[in-house]
């Protein structure tokens, strides 16, 4: 038997990207099954241990070996993911789609002109979630819940489609509470709050910045952490509208270590998200992980949460006063917290260990780089329902990709009447 050379797609620390954090978590056990190299936008990763030792590639590197390779592409809805696209037109293989919609990285690449040479995309009154130009030139496509399924089986009824949970490392077992907040210099008195990840409109802050000044009010003792980078100064000035300029904490962007600390520190953690993009939450996971109560908003993924496992605040008008509400009780009653906490850590455990997540993975790049197309009973798959065939034009992708036809070159585009061919390393920023 062959071994598999697999090369990996994905935003890489010292990227800043929630996705460099899940590759970081999935890859140790990628790596003991197949021979993985790493593929990256022109920058050395800075990974430790087991991962530092991966051979690191260039696309252009990737594009002159690439008949040695089935690609995992780790595709998400930002910049830091324009430099797979070229190859992806080239050498079609795996799909992880982070987020259902990609309009806002297209709509990036639209603005700066940088649009890869003959890629279509389609307008936001002909398709509003823009996934067309990346999901058409999949082999098979990963999502991580039921609710983005439904979204893409509508819209492609012949895909290759299967739902794997997303995974995510355990926190550290030598940190607990009271060790971070002494660290961090957060009183053992403080009820402390945290938001985590990119400080973003969508996640809410501002509506939950106005029930936390009713909140705090009442209860001085509470402070507000904002662990993450912030947004074209979203939100300072509902800060200080609001008069929270010293009951609100922004830390900016922190390592995986201080962002294990402030989670651990955290009585409760926000995880509101409207309106979503098919994604994934998993600073929510990590949170469960930490078995701390997560007030969420129960919409998209988010609406597949078991009862009892988090506290749900749906985005409308009565959304701040539950809010308020939802803390007050979480502060005078601490036990109600730490059962809250120790349901979500059980559904955890449960489903979102990373060496589940890598095993569906395992079986399913081995099922596409043999050829076969059909499903997997593995850790919440579609299975083989969802859809065995990926139509005449996929398969012969598939065929020329595994074979090493000419069709890969064929697909690189050209530059026009120039007769120049814009090769796919060609960088698109």
């Known amino acids: 038997m062959v071994a598999i050379r697999l090369a990996y797609f994905s935003p890489l620390k010292p ?5 460099s954090d899940y590759s970081a978590d999935l890859l140790p056990y990628l790596a003991e099954q197949f021979d993985t190299s790493l593929v990256t936008d022109y920058y050395q990763p800075a990974l430790t241990g ?4 991966l051979p690191i590639m260039n696309p252009e590197e990737f594009w002159r070996r690439r008949r040695d390779f089935f690609p995992c592409y780790q595709m998400g809805n930002s910049v830091y993911h324009q430099y797979m696209l070229a190859c992806m037109k080239a050498n079609p293989g795996l799909l992880t789609l982070h987020d259902v919609n990609l309009r806002g990285l ?5 603005a700066a002109r940088t649009i890869p040479e003959g890629w279509h995309i389609p307008g936001s009154n002909l398709e509003p979630e823009l996934n067309s130009p990346c999901v058409n030139l999949a082999l098979g496509v990963v999502v991580h819940s039921s609710y983005a399924v439904s979204l893409l089986r509508k819209k492609y009824p012949g895909l290759y489609l299967q739902k794997i949970n997303m995974g995510v490392a ?3 077992p030598d940190i607990d509470q009271q060790l971070a907040r002494q660290q961090l210099g957060i009183s053992s008195t403080e009820f402390a709050i945290g938001s985590f990840g990119h400080i973003i409109p969508k996640k809410r802050i501002h509506i939950f910045l ?6 705090s009010s009442s209860y001085p003792k509470a402070r507000y952490y904002l662990v993450g980078k912030s947004a074209d100064h979203y939100p300072l000035e509902i800060i200080r509208r609001l008069g929270l300029d010293n009951r609100v904490v922004i830390t900016g962007y ?9 989670l651990h520190a955290m009585d409760v953690c926000v995880n509101l998200r409207y309106p979503e993009d098919g994604e994934t939450s998993a600073t929510m996971i990590r949170a469960f992980a930490a078995a701390k109560p997560v007030l969420y908003t129960p919409c998209g993924a988010g609406a597949e949460l ?5 506290l749900p605040i749906p985005a409308n008008s009565s959304e701040i006063r539950l809010i308020t509400t939802t803390l ?3 502060c005078l009653e601490p036990l109600l917290s730490k059962l809250i906490g120790e349901k979500a850590r059980r559904y955890y455990n449960a489903n979102h260990l990373p060496e589940r997540t890598a095993a569906d993975y395992i079986r399913m790049i081995t099922t596409l780089s043999s050829g076969s197309g059909t499903g997997f009973g593995g850790n919440g798959s579609v299975g083989d329902s969802a859809g065995r065939g990926l139509g005449t034009a996929k398969q012969s992708n598939k065929s020329e990709f595994m074979h090493g036809g000419n069709g890969s070159e064929n697909r690189s585009g050209s530059a026009g009447n120039s007769g120049n061919v814009q090769r796919p390393w060609n960088r698109i920023l």
């Open 15 to 19: 990227v800043q990207s929630g996705i």
């Open 50 to 53: 087991q991962l530092a030792r």
């Open 106 to 110: 297209f709509n990036f690449l639209a």
């Open 170 to 172: 355990p926190p550290p």
């Open 210 to 215: 106005e029930a936390f000044a009713a909140f």
């Open 254 to 262: 922190t390592d995986t270590e201080l962002f294990n600390k402030y």
């Open 306 to 310: 078991p009862a009892g496992i988090a």
């Open 328 to 330: 007050i009780r979480l």
